[in-house]
């Protein structure tokens, strides 16, 4: 494990890890955030320190390219990572997820210059946030945020976003806007603590409750053409950004999936009474829960083997790029994500079927599984993605070409 100067050269940079370490420090942080996740959710104690702890791990700066001195690793190991944090906390392991797909929008449309100051930054331990969705627009694509000319070279940034996952926590929020009045989308890279950014701690949803995906204000924030890349020539040409994106969250729900079966075998082992028919000592022992078990086992199972074919699909896409392997990784990362929204959300709610009556209790906090799963498998339906691999299935139709699939 090596150690890093940082982007201005003083200071002391994150460890870059390599792939085993990497896996290695997610586990053991896990195991470590696992005990305390339910006072989080039940309380709402937004996890700073624990963010902290996966920056200066090094866990966040993963992704950055070996050319710039990271570690350069891929979807196979960033897909590991979350999986592995969202069996401990669901919440912690969303956090990053805006933050991994930045930095490959970076890799994809920031100029050199960009590239070695903000993945620097990510580098000395920063994180990135996310103002991308907006509130009340027509549909999620639909942007009215806007860089409006302020002189030459610089701009003012004005707008509102919703669902703002990460900017709470955030160094560096990256905003996705128009540059000027219905032009282009761009990516204006705004400094958590800058005059006019203002980010509101509102996020009330039921699951996933210390994510604070609330929401960024922008009133006239100043940007240089320094700080701003180009968004919309991702979608231009043969991409896996979005894959890599919808990967993210097809590990957060296979490891609230995993995280659910987990905590609902010990309770049974451990706190449920059997049930007198079944004529057995303990309620482990009852032939129609182990047979559920089975079948939550079974489910759990394929979601985490879809998410690893996944990954690989992506990283192969990202080796020889090109329209066909671009959709090949969009559509394993579809199958990822329609049967880890199916094993997240059975198992989470099967749980108190097989663990019994004490299990809805409101202070042992077992439903948090589910209300997490619901509300992180809302993120976008899974419908579409069943949609668009039955259309391959039947016809061969490649699926469209942006970032929700």
Known sequence: ?????????????????????AVA????????????ASHRDAERVLPLAELDELSDAGLLAITVPAELGGAGLGPVAVAEVIRLLA?????????????????????????????????GQVLAGKRFGNAQSEVGTRHVRDIRTTL????????????????????????????????????????????????????V????????????????RLDDVAVPDALITPFHLTFERPQVYGAWAQLVHSAIDTGIARGALSEASRFVREKSRPYPDAGVERAADDPLIVHRFGAFEVSVRAAEALLAEAARAVEEAERGLTAESAA?????VAAARASSTSASVEVSSGLFEVAGTRSALDGL???????????????????????HLGRFALDGTLPPNHGQI
């Open 328 to 332: 090949a990784a969009s559509l394993a």
């Open 201 to 216: 701690d509102d996020w009330a949803g039921m699951g996933q409750r210390t994510t604070a995906s609330g929401t960024v």
């Open 87 to 119: 069996t401990a906390d669901p919440s912690i392991a969303q956090i990053p997820q805006s933050h991994f797909a930045y930095v490959n929008a970076l890799r994809e449309n920031g100029n050199p210059e960009q590239q070695r100051f903000l993945l």
């Open 1 to 21: 494990m090596s150690l890093l100067l940082t982007a201005d050269g003083v200071g002391t940079a994150v460890p870059v890890l390599d792939a085993a370490q």
């Open 148 to 199: 409006h000319p302020d002189g030459a070279g610089r701009w003012r940034l004005r707008g509102e976003k919703g669902y703002s996952t990460g900017a709470l926590f955030a160094h560096w929020i990256p905003v996705l806007a128009h540059l000027d009045v219905d032009g282009p989308l761009h990516v204006a890279w705004v400094e958590r603590g800058a005059d006019g950014v203002t980010v």
């Open 25 to 36: 420090v997610a586990a053991e942080l896990a195991a470590r955030f696992a005990e305390t």
């Open 365 to 387: 906090n077992l439903h948090r599984h589910w209300r997490n799963a619901r509300t992180h498998t809302l993120h976008d339906p899974a419908a579409w993605k069943v949609q």
